[in-house]
C-alpha cells in the first residue's frame, strides 16, 4: 500500500512518514500542494494525507478537488487549522473522506489510514443486490451506479454509505451504526460525518437534493433509504 | 256733610276696588304665601269697616234712625277692631317673626273680642258706634277698642319699630305707620266728627299697604331676578377673561358685595386639612391667608356641613367661634355659602353687613348660592388649568432637556412612527444618512439601505413586543453599528427608537482577535504535532529498552506535550462556543458522563485520585451537542482532579429532577471561598486560594463550561466548602 504525505512542516512529514514505513506502508513525502498533484499522478498512490494550510499558492483544498477530479482515492485531510466544525465540512465537501485535527497521536493516526484502506478496498461486496426504479440504478457488486442513465462517479465512502442504506432500505439506520458500518468503531464519536456524506449523495442522486426522495432523514436519529417503485419520472 | 260723605265714600270704594284688585292679583300669583293670605284678612276686615260705615249711612238716609242700622254699625266694629288685629298680624309676618304661638294668640284675640261683642249685645249695653242725628258716624263709648287698638295697634308699631330694617320697602311702612295713625283719629273726641276722616285715611292707607306688598311680592323679585341674571352674567363673563386664581377671587369678593349691597365679602379655601382666608373686600384683612380648621366660624361650618348660613344678627345668632376679630361688634347680617364642586366642598363665599345696615332676604341668599356656584366652577377650572400650564411647562422642560440631550450625543438617534415613517433623528443620524430636518414624515425604507435592518423582522417585532427591545447590527456604509430598538409609546406602542453606536473597531477588533487566535492555534499546533509524533517515534524506539531516567523523560515531555495541547484546545473551543452553533442530537446522558470519566481516567491515575461516576437509571435522553457537553464535563473534572489533595476522591453523576437532567461533579478538594463562586466563571480568572498556587492552567476551563451549558439553555451551580469539597451541578433540559 502507498501512502502519499502532503505537508509543508518537514518535522510533520517526516515523523508521520517514519511511522507508516515501521508499519510497512511505501511512502511518498510532498512539501507542498503543486508537488503533490504532481507525485499523484506519477506514484498513483492508494491514500493521500493532506495537510491544508501550506504556502506557495496550492492549498490542500484545492489539491483535494484537483485529485477528486480524475480519482476515487481516499483523502485524508490533516489540519491545524480547524477550528469550527464549518472547517472540517468544507475540508469534506471538497471530498476528503476524513478530517483529523493536530496533533493527533501516531497509533490513532495508523488507525484511520488502515480504516480508510479497509473501506476503499471494501469494492468488491459479496451481495449480489442490484437496485433499479428506472430513474436510479445501482450495481452494489460492480460498484456501478446510474441516474437517469448516466454513470455516476461516487467516492469510496460515498458508495460505502450508499450501500449500507440501501441494504437496509425501509428501516432507519440511527447515526451510530451508519458511522460504525462505513467509517469504522473508532469514528463512533465524528457525528457530523454523516451528514455531510448524506448532502453529497443526494446531491449525485436525488433530482431535487433540497427534497430528497431517497435518502430522507428522520430528525436526530438518522436516515432512511426509501425505494421508489414507479421511479421518479412519473412524479415529474 | 252729605257732600263730604258722598265724597269719602266715593274715594274709599275707590281706594278699596284698587286694595281689592291688588289682593285678587296677589292670590293669583301665589295664594299660598302667608304674607298675602294675612293682607287678604286684614283687606276683608278693612272693608268690612268701610262696608258697615257706607251702609249704616245709607240706610239712616234711606231709613233714618232705627233697629236696621243696627247691623253695620255691628259690621262696623267689628272690622274696625278686627283690622287692628290684621294689621298685628300683617306686620308680624312682614318682619317674619310669626311662629305657632302668634297664630293661636291672634285667634284668641278674635275670639275675645267676639264674645266681647255678645256680652255686650246680650248685657244690653249701648253700641260703641252710634249714628248722630245729623247721619255722622262716632265712636261713642271708646274704652275697649281703644284698649284693642293700643294692644293690637301698639304691639304692631313696636314690630315696626323694632323690625324695621326687615321691612326695605318705605312706602310699606309709611302705609302700615298711616293706617295706625288713622285709626287713631277715630278715637278721638267723638264732638270733632273725625270718624269719617279715621275711615277714608285707613282706605287709603290700606291701598298704600296693599301697593306695597305688591311690589315687595310681585315687582321687586321680579326686577332682582333680572338684575341677578344681569349680575350673574356680568359675573361669568369677567371670570372668564381671568385664568389666574387670585384675580378671580377677587373679582367674585367684589361682585359679590356690590351685587348683594353688602358692606364686606370674604372667600376661604379649602387647602390641605383647614380653610384658608384667600380674598376680602371691605373687611379688615389683616388674617389674610390664616388658617381656619374646618367646622369653626361660620364659613368652616359651612364647609363642614355644605349647607349656606343665614345670620340677621351675628352677635346675638352666632354661637360658635370668630374668624374675624370684633365681628361681633362690627358684624350685622351675615350670609356664607359653601363653594362646592364635583360634590366636595372647596370652600366659602361670605358677605357681611355691618351691624346697622340692612338684613338679607332669601333672594339675597340664592343670589349668593348663584354666586358660589358660579365661583367653585371658575376656581376649580382655574385650578385646573395652572396645573395644566405648569404641566405643560415641565413637558416643554423635560423634552427641552431631552432633546439637548439626543443633540449633543455623538450616537445616532432615530425614531420611526408605526408606519415606519421618521419622526426623530438627532444630529448624529441626520449626518449618518444625509438627512435633513425636512426629511422628518419620509418612509424609513428611503433613507436607510436594506443592510441597517435586521433580517428578520418578524423576530425583531416578536422580540421588541416580548422583552420590549431588540438589538441587532446594523451595517450602514462601511461602518457596523450595534442597533438597539426599542417601542415608542406605553401601553399602546406608536412606534419605536433606534440608538446606534459605532462598533466597528470593536468588529474589527473581534476579527483581529480571531484571527489571531487561529493563526496562534495553527503555528502552534504544528510544532506540537511535529513533537508528539517524534515522542510517540522515541516511545517506539526506546521506551521498552530505556533507562529509568529515559522513560521517566520521555513520560514528562509526554504529558507536558498533552496539557499544552489541552491548553490550546481549551482556547479553541471557548472561540468555537462563540459561534453558538450546536450540533444537536438525542443522547442518553449516561454515554457522555461514562466517556467523560473515560477520558479523565488515566489523568486522575497520575494526580492519584479516584474517579467514579453514578448514572441514575430513568434518566431521560437529552438534545445536546455532544462533543461540546462532553467537553464540559471533561473540564469540570480535569478541574476536580487538580484542586483535589492525593487520596482525594472525584463522583461524576447523571442523576433526574423533574423534567431536567442533573450531572454532578463532587469532588474532595480544597473548595472554593464562597466570594469566588460567581468569578471562577470569568474567563481567565484564576483563583488566588492558598494551597493552590502549584495548580496550573488557562483559566478557561470553567467559563467554557458555563458557556457550552448556557448555550443549551442549562444551568450551572456549585456547592462548595472550604477544606471538604466543592460539587458542581449542571441541569440540562430533558427531552
Same mark, same amino acid.
Given at each position: 500500500m502507498k501512502v502519499m504525505i502532503v505537508d509543508d512542516e518537514a518535522a510533520i512529514r517526516e515523523a508521520l512518514g517514519r511511522k507508516l514505513l515501521r508499519d510497512g506502508f511505501d511512502v511518498v513525502l510532498c512539501k507542498d500542494g503543486l508537488e503533490g498533484l504532481r507525485s499523484f499522478h506519477v506514484e498513483r498512490p492508494d491514500l493521500v494525507i493532506l495537510d491544508i494550510i501550506m504556502p506557495e499558492g496550492m492549498d490542500g483544498l484545492t489539491v483535494c478537488r484537483r485529485i477528486r477530479e480524475i480519482a476515487d482515492t481516499p483523502i485524508l485531510m490533516l489540519s /491545524?487549522? /480547524? @477550528?469550527?466544525?464549518d472547517d472540517i465540512i468544507d475540508g469534506l465537501n471538497a471530498g476528503a473522506d476524513e478530517y483529523l485535527t493536530k496533533p493527533v497521536r501516531l497509533n490513532e493516526f495508523v488507525a484511520r489510514v488502515q480504516a480508510l484502506l479497509r473501506r476503499s478496498s471494501? /469494492?468488491? @461486496?459479496e451481495t449480489e443486490q442490484r437496485y433499479d426504479d428506472g430513474y436510479l440504478s445501482v450495481d452494489l457488486h460492480r460498484r456501478h451506479v446510474h441516474v437517469n442513465g448516466k454513470k455516476v462517479h461516487l467516492t469510496p465512502t460515498e458508495f460505502k454509505l450508499l450501500a449500507v442504506l440501501l441494504e437496509n432500505s425501509g428501516r432507519v439506520v440511527n447515526q451510530r451504526d451508519l458511522l460504525e458500518n462505513v467509517w469504522g468503531r473508532e469514528y463512533i464519536d465524528d457525528v457530523y460525518y454523516p451528514r455531510v456524506y448524506i448532502s453529497q449523495l443526494r446531491r449525485k442522486i436525488e433530482r431535487d437534493p433540497a427534497n430528497p426522495l431517497y435518502i430522507l432523514t428522520e430528525h436526530r436519529i438518522g436516515y432512511r433509504f426509501e425505494k421508489q417503485t414507479h421511479g421518479t419520472q412519473s412524479l415529474i | 256733610m252729605q257732600v263730604t260723605s258722598g265724597l269719602t265714600l266715593l274715594v274709599n270704594g275707590l281706594t278699596l276696588a284698587f286694595a281689592l284688585s291688588f289682593l285678587i292679583i296677589l292670590l293669583w300669583y301665589d295664594a299660598r304665601k302667608e304674607v298675602t293670605q294675612f293682607f287678604a284678612v286684614f283687606l276683608f276686615l278693612v272693608l268690612l269697616w268701610n262696608l258697615g260705615s257706607f251702609l249704616a249711612q245709607t240706610l239712616f238716609l234711606v231709613r233714618g234712625a232705627g233697629a236696621s242700622v243696627r247691623l253695620p254699625l255691628i259690621m262696623l266694629e267689628f272690622g274696625f277692631t278686627g283690622s287692628s288685629i290684621a294689621l298685628y298680624a300683617l306686620t308680624a309676618s312682614l318682619v317674619k317673626m310669626y311662629s305657632r304661638q302668634f297664630r293661636i294668640l291672634l285667634l284668641a284675640a278674635l275670639i275675645i273680642l267676639f264674645s266681647y261683642r255678645v256680652v255686650i249685645f246680650a248685657a244690653g249695653a249701648p253700641d260703641p258706634f252710634i249714628i248722630d242725628v245729623d247721619g255722622s258716624l262716632s265712636l261713642q263709648s271708646r274704652t275697649p277698642l281703644l284698649l284693642f287698638y293700643l294692644l293690637f295697634d301698639g304691639a304692631a308699631l313696636y314690630l315696626l319699630w323694632r323690625y324695621?330694617?326687615? &321691612? !326695605?320697602l318705605r312706602v310699606l311702612k309709611f302705609g302700615l305707620v298711616l293706617f295706625i295713625g288713622g285709626q287713631s283719629i277715630g278715637f278721638l273726641n267723638p264732638e270733632l266728627d273725625t270718624f269719617l276722616i279715621s275711615t277714608v285715611v285707613g282706605a287709603v292707607a290700606t291701598l298704600i299697604i296693599s301697593a306695597g306688598i305688591f311690589q315687595q311680592e310681585i315687582f321687586r323679585p321680579l326686577a332682582e331676578r333680572k338684575s341677578q341674571v344681569e349680575a350673574v352674567r356680568n359675573v361669568i363673563a369677567s371670570i372668564a377673561s381671568q385664568n389666574a386664581v387670585d384675580s378671580i377671587l377677587e373679582l367674585l369678593v367684589r361682585q359679590s358685595a356690590e351685587l348683594i349691597g353688602a358692606e364686606g365679602a370674604a372667600i376661604f379655601l379649602l387647602e390641605d386639612d383647614g380653610l384658608s382666608l384667600k380674598t376680602t373686600y371691605e373687611l379688615i384683612n389683616d388674617r389674610l391667608g390664616t388658617r381656619l380648621p374646618i367646622g369653626e366660624g361660620v364659613a368652616g361650618t359651612v364647609v363642614q356641613t355644605g349647607k349656606l348660613i343665614q345670620l340677621d344678627d351675628y352677635a346675638r345668632e352666632w354661637k360658635g367661634s370668630h374668624e374675624f376679630a370684633y365681628a361681633s361688634e362690627f358684624f350685622g347680617a351675615v350670609i356664607c355659602a359653601p363653594l362646592v364642586a364635583g360634590g366636595d366642598p372647596i370652600g366659602a363665599l361670605m358677605v357681611v353687613a355691618s351691624r346697622h345696615d340692612r338684613l338679607f332676604d332669601t333672594e339675597d341668599a340664592n343670589l349668593l348660592q348663584l354666586l358660589a356656584a358660579q365661583a367653585a366652577v371658575a376656581i376649580t377650572q382655574s385650578r385646573l388649568f395652572a396645573g395644566q400650564t405648569e404641566l405643560n411647562m415641565q413637558i416643554e422642560q423635560s423634552r427641552n432637556q431631552l432633546e439637548t440631550v439626543l443633540v449633543s450625543t455623538d450616537s445616532p438617534v432615530i425614531a420611526i412612527d408605526r408606519e415606519f415613517k421618521l419622526i426623530f433623528a438627532n444630529p448624529a443620524a441626520a449626518s449618518l444618512v444625509g438627512m435633513s430636518k425636512t426629511d422628518s414624515g419620509t418612509a424609513i425604507v428611503d433613507l436607510l439601505p436594506a443592510s441597517a435592518f435586521p433580517d428578520n423582522l418578524r423576530k425583531a417585532f416578536r422580540e421588541i413586543r416580548k422583552r420590549r427591545s431588540f438589538t441587532y447590527e446594523a451595517i450602514l456604509g462601511s461602518r457596523v453599528y450595534l442597533c438597539h430598538v426599542a417601542g415608542l409609546g406605553r401601553p399602546k406602542m406608536q412606534g419605536w427608537v433606534a440608538v446606534l453606536n459605532d462598533i466597528t473597531q470593536l468588529k474589527e477588533l473581534d476579527r483581529l482577535k480571531s484571527e489571531m487566535v487561529r493563526m496562534t492555534s495553527h503555528d502552534l499546533k504544528n510544532p506540537l504535532q511535529a513533537a508528539m509524533a517524534n515522542v510517540d517515534l522515541l516511545h517506539e524506539d &526506546?521506551?521498552?529498552?530505556?533507562s529509568d531516567d529515559v522513560r521517566q523523560s520521555i513520560d514528562t515531555i509526554d504529558r507536558q506535550l498533552q496539557r499544552m495541547n489541552r491548553i490550546i484546545r481549551g482556547i479553541l473551543d471557548l472561540e468555537r462556543l462563540r459561534d453558538g452553533v450546536l450540533a444537536l442530537e438525542l443522547c442518553p446522558p449516561a454515554r457522555i458522563i461514562s466517556s467523560a470519566v473515560y477520558e479523565m481516567r488515566e489523568f486522575a491515575h497520575e494526580q492519584n485520585v479516584t474517579i467514579d461516576y453514578l448514572a441514575a437509571d430513568d434518566l431521560p435522553l437529552i438534545s445536546c451537542d455532544v462533543q461540546q457537553l462532553e467537553r464540559a464535563i471533561v473540564n469540570l473534572i480535569e478541574n476536580a482532579i487538580k484542586f483535589t489533595p492525593t487520596g482525594g476522591k472525584v463522583c461524576v453523576a447523571a442523576e433526574r429532577d423533574n423534567d431536567e437532567v442533573v450531572f454532578s461533579v463532587t469532588d474532595t478538594g480544597v473548595g472554593i471561598a464562597p466570594e469566588l463562586h460567581e468569578r471562577i466563571?470569568? !474567563?481567565f480568572y484564576r483563583g488566588k486560594q492558598r494551597g493552590v498556587e502549584h495548580v496550573s492552567g488557562s483559566g478557561l476551563g470553567l467559563s467554557l463550561v458555563k458557556a457550552v451549558v448556557t448555550n443549551h439553555q442549562g444551568k450551572i451551580t456549585l456547592e462548595s466548602e472550604i477544606g471538604i469539597g466543592t460539587r458542581f451541578f449542571i441541569r440540562i433540559p430533558g427531552v
Open positions: /491545524a487549522n /480547524a @477550528i469550527t466544525e471494501m /469494492a468488491n @461486496i | 324695621q330694617r326687615k &321691612i !326695605r &526506546i521506551y521498552e529498552t530505556g466563571f470569568d !474567563r
